[in-house]
């Protein structure tokens, strides 16, 4: 928008893509949309194309972005959520998640070999740099001892001494899910704090950064029915004339949400879940 770099797009232009990760598109975050004037040229060269309404894929960043945007000026603009972390209020999941889950999980269960074969002790860092919601359910998902998320306040020394009684008495292997942006730093950072501790000394402990390996690879068919979903869901919602919302999925219905109620409440984790991890380890 801001580079007025437009390409018409018809039905053929998404044949052949629903099993593909990334995006056609090749949008991402833009420093220059975060400043009044490229906001100004974005708006400009939308208006010089005849341009009249918006759908912003992407995550709070880019939702937020968008409502700023319509702010200033008034382009019609409907958010579609997508965005692995789950981190969106108005829609019980964004696109990516369960292919980035299933991913983690998947990793999850090759790591547990060695774990098992070795009897190591594993920290595992999924994505999430405000929010749990992969870690969490990966945790669940790959029958994780431990899951540590940025929405709850860990007691470093309440997790050693956790980590050390299932290594010495239930367990000789154990995975411990961390998000990356768990308060205590990641895995790296929890790993040191172990490492510098004497009755850790007996215990293998690997670390293993899952990164962008999550952020990649052919959709779920969760997700691709999702995609679809909203997709659809936000091209009917401009064509009605709805302007500054976000199309989410609640309770398996389409629901419209403001997009002021989308970066302004937060969505939670469900801490019922939280109990799980360790009620099953
Ligand atoms: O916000 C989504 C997210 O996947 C986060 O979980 C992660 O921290 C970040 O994006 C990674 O961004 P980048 O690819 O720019 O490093």
Redo the contacts with the bound molecule.
């Keep these: 928008m801001i580079e007025g770099d437009f390409v018409e797009m018809n039905r053929t232009s998404v044949s052949n893509i629903i099993q593909k990760g990334g995006t056609i598109l090749k949008s991402a ?1 833009s420093k220059e949309f975060r400043t009044p004037e490229g906001r100004q040229k974005a708006a400009e060269n939308l208006k010089q194309q005849g341009i009249d309404g918006l759908i912003a894929i992407g ?3 880019t939702l937020a972005g968008a409502a700023v945007f319509y702010d200033e000026h008034q382009i019609p603009l409907v958010g579609c959520p997508g ?3 789950n ?1 969106l209020f108005g829609t019980d999941e964004t696109i990516g998640f369960d292919t ?1 889950l299933n991913t983690a999980i998947e990793n999850i269960d090759k790591i547990r070999d060695t774990a098992d074969a070795h009897d190591r002790l594993f920290l595992v860092e999924v ?5 749990g919601f ?1 870690a969490l359910n990966s945790g669940i998902g790959g029958g994780a001892e431990m899951v540590l998320v940025p929405e709850t306040l860990s007691d470093i020394k309440k997790v050693k001494s956790y980590i050390h009684s299932l290594m010495s008495e239930q367990h000789r292997s154990s995975i411990v899910v961390v998000a ?2 768990d308060e205590l730093g990641g895995a790296t950072r929890i790993s040191e704090e172990l490492r510098a501790d004497e009755a850790f000394a007996e215990i293998d402990l690997r670390v293993c950064i899952l990164g ?1 390996t ?2 990649g690879g052919s959709p779920t068919a969760r997700d691709r029915v999702l995609a679809c979903r909203l997709g659809v869901s936000a091209v009917e919602a401009l064509l009605d004339g709805h302007a500054n919302v976000m199309v989410g999925l609640i309770d398996n219905r389409i629901r419209l949400t403001p997009s002021r109620n989308v970066y302004s409440r937060k969505k939670s984790i469900n801490f019922e879940l939280l109990g799980l991890t360790t009620l099953l380890s």
């Design positions: 975050r995550g709070d960043g965005t692995i972390d981190d980035a994505m999430g740099r405000d929010a992969i990356e942006g962008h999550q952020r």
